[in-house]
């Protein structure tokens, strides 16, 4: 029971930092001139690069689904979620593990320049997720439930819940000087090209 509350309390503080980390940063909003490019490419591209990000900020499952899982593909709900399919590669973990992103309303997003740069998606949230059997969305959900192996690397799992479950404000970080800048433009730009619905302003 210990082990259980533990994790619920690690889960909950991972989803407040997502939101509340902002007020600790001294960025301001920029305007970049981002690129456009196709957007079926852009949607694969937006993935691996998503995960490199929360690596580099120490998340365990976007080290393992980098290393240790196969891209499959990706589906499309109707309700605004992308759901993409990661097949394990080594028998000791979960054997399929999703990011998901969700864009619901009029999703939009602000880039901003400081100490540490970071991406504010709006109406919008992002997770990772390991499941045992691949995702059956419907119109009453997604069709994914956590893993049930005892694996317990997630980040944001609320996301696979009903809307009003998991936050609707994600920060993404970049903290390298040498490259936050160009990463964020890469990433903002992958982002507004595989959902040209996504607002993009500085403010």
């Given at each position: 029971m210990r082990r259980g509350k533990l994790f619920l309390v690690t889960l909950l503080f991972s989803a407040a930092t997502i939101l509340l980390a902002a007020s600790c940063s001294t960025a301001s909003p920029v305007v970049l001139q981002l690129e456009k490019q196709p957007e079926a490419?852009?949607?694969?591209?937006?993935?691996?690069?998503?995960?490199?990000?929360?690596?580099?900020?120490?998340?365990?499952?976007?080290?393992?689904?980098?290393?240790d899982y196969r891209y499959v593909g990706l589906v499309?709900?109707?309700?605004?979620?992308?759901?993409?399919?990661?097949?394990?590669?080594?028998?000791?973990?979960?054997?399929?593990?999703?990011?998901?992103?969700?864009?619901?309303?009029s999703p939009s997003i602000t880039t901003n320049k400081g100490d540490k740069n970071y991406i504010l998606l709006d109406s919008g949230s992002i997770g990772l997720v390991p499941t045992d059997a691949p995702a059956v969305p419907s119109a009453s959900g997604l069709g994914l439930a956590f893993t049930t192996t005892g694996y317990r690397e997630a980040f944001n799992p609320f996301v696979i819940g009903q809307k009003g479950s998991y936050p609707e404000q994600i920060l993404l970080w970049f903290k390298d000087p040498a490259t936050k800048d160009r990463d964020m433009w890469v990433m903002a730009s992958l982002l507004k090209s595989a959902f040209p619905r996504i607002r993009y302003s500085g403010r």
């Amino acid at each position: 029971m210990r082990r259980g509350k533990l994790f619920l309390v690690t889960l909950l503080f991972s989803a407040a930092t997502i939101l509340l980390a902002a007020s600790c940063s001294t960025a301001s909003p920029v305007v970049l001139q981002l690129e456009k490019q196709p957007e079926a490419q852009a949607k694969v591209e937006l993935a691996g690069r998503i995960l490199s990000n929360l690596e580099a900020f120490g998340n365990n499952l976007a080290k393992a689904m980098i290393r240790d899982y196969r891209y499959v593909g990706l589906v499309e709900t109707q309700a605004g979620a992308v759901l993409y399919r990661y097949d394990s590669l080594n028998p000791a973990l979960p054997k399929h593990a999703y990011l998901v992103l969700r864009l619901e309303g009029s999703p939009s997003i602000t880039t901003n320049k400081g100490d540490k740069n970071y991406i504010l998606l709006d109406s919008g949230s992002i997770g990772l997720v390991p499941t045992d059997a691949p995702a059956v969305p419907s119109a009453s959900g997604l069709g994914l439930a956590f893993t049930t192996t005892g694996y317990r690397e997630a980040f944001n799992p609320f996301v696979i819940g009903q809307k009003g479950s998991y936050p609707e404000q994600i920060l993404l970080w970049f903290k390298d000087p040498a490259t936050k800048d160009r990463d964020m433009w890469v990433m903002a730009s992958l982002l507004k090209s595989a959902f040209p619905r996504i607002r993009y302003s500085g403010r």
